[in-house]
């Protein structure tokens, strides 16, 4: 990474869509009748394997750099796989289209990369169980490769132990199929991204408080979907602009959906001169994020806000490396569980560059303030892992090396381009 220190970040930026969003609409475009139209679809390597999966199961979907276009079949319209599906990096296409395979009249195997054969599976296997399937861990570990064995499906109401929208759209979806009405509450809310398209593709899904319920059978019909840009990529930005002196940088069409927007909430609540413009409320609510250098403090991050900035916790590290003052991040012991352990991977890359963190059972502590220097850092073959020490390589005085830099393809292709484009010389 940049050996010179650069002057400043300045100019904006088009984050790519939205990953989440991105698989929801290949999905539920599969399993709607006619052709769904997405525009600004993510073309990171989580999406694209969402679309093999789905290519795999008899879907046609065209895929081109203005639009992907999903030749639906009907919620009864899937039909078997000739081989394993493979869902590669992606937790996302790994746990939701297991509750949709959960209801098909056919035995489906699939499996992802090192990383997806690690991360827990029992979370989903257990309440899809509850509804009737038969769903296995092969190697009897709760992880992938799962062999499931499709079956007729019955409603249940399940209180989930976790706050994962993972979880939740397993459930929901597998609830499509059902033979009554599915609920799923949540400790705490976790994004709405399924519930909010669901309806949108005609499905009822209804939410009050922390509990989401379905109603099974519904006629699901072709949509066009604009995805909005993916605050999660977002906050990279967010940070560089807020912590590199003499920056500005404008991050235009980003999704701000309430279940999504702690980085905001921190970002302010730290000190941050970060302001909403052009926003926009028809359907998922996006904006254009406007941020300039700050003198950031440290915070308290803990409770309800936790999943709605879980992704962005390792890049809020790095704000608070570079805040005054102490950062402590509790309730987010999830962050064990991502595509690698996000508070092992945070203390170790972090430290070597200088700052003070420690991790905790469920987050860690930044004290901040400390001078960051380069280092060798191992992404861990974790996207956000890579994307974070980028920035934190722009804070540092001397040469930061990124092992498995490339890695951040899984979410943000361009995302080295997009950064360099901004940077002062
Ligand atoms: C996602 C939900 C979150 C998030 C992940 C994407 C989704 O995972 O971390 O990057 O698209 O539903 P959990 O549901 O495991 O919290």
């Known amino acids: 990474m940049n050996t010179q220190k650069i002057k400043g970040l300045r100019g904006e930026v088009t984050i790519p869509g939205d990953k989440s969003i991105s698989h929801r609409a290949v999905m539920f475009g599969a399993l709607a009748k006619g052709t769904t139209e997405v525009r600004n679809f993510l073309q990171g390597a989580d999406c694209l394997s969402t679309i093999e999966c789905f290519r795999s199961l008899g879907i046609e979907i065209e895929n081109t750099p203005e639009k992907i276009l999903i030749h639906g079949k009907g919620l009864h319209g899937l039909s078997a796989p000739s081989d394993i599906l493979d869902t590669g990096n992606s937790g996302t296409t790994t746990r939701l289209i297991s509750g949709i395979l959960s209801a098909q009249p056919f035995e489906t195997t699939l499996t992802g990369d090192a990383s997806i054969q690690k991360r827990p599976m029992k979370r989903i296997m257990e309440p899809l169980s509850m509804m009737g399937a038969d769903i296995v861990s092969v ?82 019909t072709a949509q066009y979907v604009n995805v909005p840009g993916d605050i999660s990529s977002a906050a990279y930005f967010i940070a560089a602009g807020l912590c590199v002196p003499n920056s500005e940088i404008l991050i235009k069409n980003v999704g701000i959906n ?168």
């Open 139 to 220: 190697n009897g570990n709760d992880c992938a490769p799962l062999r499931i064995n499709g079956k007729p499906l019955h409603g249940i109401n399940y209180s989930s132990k976790v706050a994962s929208a993972q979880v939740k759209s397993a459930i929901l979806l597998a609830g499509l199929y059902a033979d009554g009405e599915t609920s799923v509450t949540e400790p705490v809310i976790s994004r709405n991204h399924s519930e909010i398209m669901l309806n949108y593709f005609g499905a009822e899904v209804h939410t009050t408080g922390n509990t989401a319920t379905i109603k099974p059978q519904p006629n699901l």
């Open 258 to 425: 309430p279940t999504r927007d702690g980085i905001i909430k921190v970002a302010l609540a730290m000190g941050g001169n970060l302001t909403l413009l052009n926003e926009n409320h028809d359907g998922e609510p996006t904006a254009d994020i406007l941020v300039k250098s700050s003198n950031l403090h440290g915070i308290t991050i803990e409770g309800d806000i936790i999943p709605t900035l879980i992704d962005e916790l390792p890049i809020i590290n790095i704000m608070a490396a570079a805040a005054d003052g102490t950062t402590i991040i509790k309730d987010a012991a999830e962050l064990k569980v991502k595509e690698s352990n996000r508070i092992d991977v945070m203390v170790e890359n972090l430290n070597a560059m200088g700052a003070s963190i420690t991790g905790t059972d469920d987050g860690m502590i930044i004290e901040g303030g400390k001078p960051l220097h380069g280092a060798v850092i191992d992404s861990y073959a974790d996207h956000r892992i890579a994307m974070s020490f980028a920035i934190a390589a722009l804070l540092a005085d001397d040469e930061t090396i990124i092992k498995g830099r490339d890695v951040v393809n899984i979410s943000y292709p361009t995302f080295y381009e997009d950064l360099s484009k901004l940077q002062v010389i």
